[in-house]
């Protein structure tokens, strides 16, 4: 895992916006997994000025969300399908008709996400996927527990997700309105991606940062399956990183590349 510490969730956000618009320039039919939550947020604003100021096209770019609130539908203000276009997808040129959003009120969820898994697979496959992290390590929806096979699939959302997404997007104490189950992509749906992006900022992420990083892989932090992953970029800011015991390693690791290999090799040659 390469482990980027930047100062900021501002410089976070920045660094994410340029990966994710190299990526479309580079390829500019790709492939992208999207997320949700408070995190990416800045990231995709900085996509829709790429757009807007810089003139980003995402008309061939094709969208797969992680995950969705089982029982919503997807006018719901609350769905992740309202979130992804409120923040991204209303305000580029993406057409609707490769986008993708798990469906939260579909009859059969079951039916919907073998199809969901079958649409990423005709899609070509996730080129880039964005991740954010739960405070109990799930990605997507993975929670604590979840296989490290899994593919898309209904999964019951624990207590502390309820309680930490009450707060964000329906308000303190009001847990109860929170949807208890979803629809969310697998942990091996989102390692067959070419490429991962994960994002955590603030202090209250660290503790969660520290053991997905630095811990066991294991079934009960998802996110630790990253590990398995051969191009996998986290980008920390400060706070989040503040608990990593080898902060001062991945930092060098930065610090080292800044200088091109031939010409490390060089200075090598040289002073042998
Ligand atoms: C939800 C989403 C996750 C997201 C997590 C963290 O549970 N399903 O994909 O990573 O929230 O949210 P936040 O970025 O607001 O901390």
């Known amino acids: 895992m390469e482990i980027i ?11 994410a916006a340029g990966i994710i618009r190299d990526q479309i320039l580079v390829k500019p039919d790709c492939v992208l997994g999207l997320a949700t939550g408070s995190t990416p947020e800045a990231t995709y604003k900085r996509l829709v000025r790429h ?11 094709t969208t797969f969300n992680l995950d969705e ?17 409120d923040r991204l997808f209303n305000h580029v040129n993406v057409d609707p008709t490769r986008v993708h959003v798990p469906k939260g009120m579909s009859a059969d969820p079951e039916a919907f996400a073998s199809w969901y898994e079958d649409e990423i697979e005709a899609s070509g496959g996730i080129d880039l996927q964005l991740l954010g992290i739960g405070g109990d390590g799930h990605i997507g929806f993975n929670e604590p527990g979840s296989s490290l096979s899994s593919r ?45 992006l994960l994002l955590a900022a603030g202090a209250q992420k660290a503790p969660i940062c520290q053991k997905f ?13 990253l590990q398995l992953h051969p191009a996998v970029t986290v980008i920390l800011d400060e706070a989040a990183a503040s608990k990593l015991e080898h902060r001062g390693y991945y930092k060098w690791v930065q610090e080292q590349k800044k200088e091109e290999y031939p010409a490390a090799l060089r200075r090598i040659a040289q002073a042998l």
């Open 5 to 15: 510490i930047v100062a900021d969730a501002q410089q976070m956000s920045e660094m």
């Open 51 to 61: 757009h807007t100021e810089d003139g980003l096209d995402f008309s061939q770019v």
């Open 69 to 85: 609130y089982l029982g919503l539908p997807p006018t719901h203000e609350q769905s992740y399908h309202t979130f992804m276009q």
């Open 152 to 196: 898309t699939r209904v999964k019951t959302l624990t207590k502390q997700t309820i309680e930490d997404n009450a707060r964000l997007f329906f308000g303190e104490g009001q847990e109860h309105l929170v949807p208890r189950f979803s629809i969310t992509m697998g942990v091996a749906t989102i390692l067959d991606a070419q490429r991962i």
């Open 213 to 225: 990083i630095e811990g066991p892989v294991t079934s009960m932090v998802t996110a630790s399956a």
